[in-house]
């Protein structure tokens, strides 16, 4: 029977006894596990806590600074590296999505890496790995690991050198929201959806460019909100909208139009590995569908997905 006033108890007290005078980096990453696992570290070790939050331009609209505000204001030693144009950059022509992972993955621990190097003599690495993500990381190494190759474990190089600390490992999900309830996070932040690391670039299918990010940062926003407005929020496990590497033909006073489609998801789900998509009433889907049309350029045709996983993944790469 998991009591979170308990679990924060005994674990502050066991990071200060493991951790003493240490300096510690963590990367945020504006999801919940990163966030409870920082505000706990801050709890016990207070500005020996460094956390970063890298900026890999594959956020969403806005995202960066409204989160990095929101952190400061936690009262957490925070730093924001704005490294969007070195992401983008790298990722320029790759349409693979393992590949866009990978990139990804590398870019990011390169930043990373940078970052901790300026921080004079830290001594620790802490991640918000929760219990899921482990069993995931060991169950991934098998024949069949190469569906998706998810970089939030493990992906410490070895030149870092830092001992790693990952105090919600043993939490489920739920776990860890009651344990930042109980930190007294903010309830919005703590009942965000799930986001991929690699963030719009997997919901970008084919290449990658500044101006696809853009248009699937606005429909995502018009989505998001509209979901916001209308209370689903919080009815749907995870949401988003994926930008498809299709045009298709629109009419626009006289003209034929040759323009973008766009796909919107929404699951429920207890943990991901499987899903059932979600039953968004009608005029809800109309009304986003006009918005969308309406509010972004490039984008005449919106499809809503009704698929299940099994086999449809969540994702679309
Ligand atoms: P799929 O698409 O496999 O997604 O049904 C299941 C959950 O995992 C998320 N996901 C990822 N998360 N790195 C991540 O950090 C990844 O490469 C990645 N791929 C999928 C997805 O958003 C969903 O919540």
Redesign the pocket.
């Known amino acids: 029977n998991f009591t979170p006033n308990a679990f924060v108890e005994e674990m502050v007290a066991e990071l200060k006894e493991k951790l003493g005078n240490d300096k510690v980096v963590l990367g945020l990453s504006g999801g919940v596990d990163s966030t409870v696992a920082a505000v706990l570290l801050n709890q016990a070790i207070g500005k020996n806590l460094y956390c970063i939050f890298v900026n890999n331009g594959l956020l969403r609209k806005n995202e960066f600074q409204n989160v990095l505000d929101q952190y400061k204001g936690m009262g957490l030693n925070v730093k924001g590296v704005d490294a969007g144009n070195r992401f983008l950059g790298e990722l320029a022509g790759i349409s693979d999505p393992e590949t866009k ?1 990978k990139t990804i993955g590398r870019v990011f621990i390169e930043v990373f890496d940078d970052e901790s190097h300026l921080i004079e003599d830290v001594k620790w690495l802490a991640q918000g790995t929760i219990y899921p993500d482990v069993i995931e990381s060991v169950s991934v190494k098998g024949p069949s690991a190469t569906i ?5 474990v493990g992906g410490l190089p070895d030149y870092m050198k830092l001992k790693i600390v990952e105090p919600l490992r043993m939490l489920f999900k739920d776990e860890v929201r009651r344990v930042g309830a109980t930190l007294g996070i903010d309830p919005e932040l703590l009942g965000r959806h ?5 963030g719009l670039s ?1 919901r970008i299918l084919g290449d990658i460019t500044p101006e696809k990010v853009q248009i699937l940062q606005d429909v995502d926003s018009v989505f998001i909100e509209g979901l916001k407005s209308w209370g689903l929020y919080d009815k749907v496990w ?1 949401a988003g909208a994926i930008l498809l590497p299709v045009n298709s033909v629109g009419v626009m006073g006289d003209e034929r139009t040759y323009e973008k489609v766009v796909a919107l998801r929404a699951v429920e789900s207890t943990d ?1 590995m499987t ?1 059932d998509w979600v039953h968004l009433p009608y005029d809800f889907l109309m009304k986003v569908s006009n918005d969308i049309i309406n509010k972004v350029k490039g984008v005449n045709r919106v499809v809503y997905d009704i698929s299940s ?1 099994p086999p449809a ?3 679309w790469e």
């Open positions: 992972r998706k190759s998810h970089h939030n799930p986001f991929p690391g690699p997997i995870q991901g899903a996983k993944t969540i994702e």
